[in-house]
């Protein structure tokens, strides 16, 4: 983390990994806050399965609230 350009290529990298796992398919369940950006990626449908599960488990909004899913 100290070196600047090292930590810039790193966050370069998972991007380009993201990028290409989101094209084919894969929806990580799990986001550092760097990576919320693709969560608005997903496929409509697996927004709305999402949106229905954190509906049931978490009616109160509690848990990171708009982080993951969102409206």
Known sequence: KNDKQQS???KN???EVFDELFKLGYIPY???NHSMKYMKLQKQENRELLQAIK?????????????????
């Open 8 to 10: 810039q290529r790193a």
């Open 55 to 71: 509906r049931v488990v978490d009616p109160n909004n509690i848990f990171s609230p708009n982080k993951y899913i969102g409206p």
């Open 30 to 32: 799990r986001l550092g």
């Open 13 to 15: 990298c998972h991007d």
